[in-house]
């Protein structure tokens, strides 16, 4: 007679047993007969999938919208949203300098920190001492979330709807733009809370 092995007569192994320790909740879809032979919602996939592809034929074939490729930025889509979120400017004073005041709230409100501010300071100029000796965005993280421009207590950063010049081959040459480049690259001199130009010194000299 066999002696018992694993605390079991007959010698026979005890299966381990296997925790299932993923989360149930308490919403989780079931399954039913029909979706559990797959066949048919694979069948039902391939509907969709060839119900799509023959409409945009049929656009394509009749010229309508929403079926034809635009090769963007030197095409835009007639129906592009006029309140899509890109490229930033920075607005500028009458005379030319920005109207940020280097507050660092974009910056600090930034998800992805892609802004980088160094504050400078203008005694001369008593209604707008502070302003930006840096701005840089780096638009290899950017999310263009917007956050940057709803923020701002200056109307000093603004949004336009395309991106041209965006993106670039290389990350250090064209991803990172500074302050001339938002200023001038499509100049803004109408912000919602003008300031008065800086005073003129005795040897005409405006910073």
Known sequence: MNAPQNGQPGGRKTRPVVVDRRRKYWNEPKLGWWESFYLFEVLR???ITGGVFLRNMKRWMTGK???LTAYYPEEIRADYAGHNRGKHVLTQRPDGRPQCIACNLCAT???ARVIEIEAGFDPEDPAH?????RFEIDYSRCIFCGFCVEVCPEDAIRMV???PGLPVLERSGGMWL???ELLNWQPARDPAKPYPPKPVSGNGDSR
């Open 109 to 111: 409100v930034c998800p």
């Open 161 to 163: 709807p395309t991106i």
């Open 65 to 67: 919208k929403g079926a």
């Open 178 to 180: 500074g302050r001339e």
């Open 129 to 133: 001492p502070k302003y930006p000796e």
């Open 45 to 47: 996939g391939l509907s």
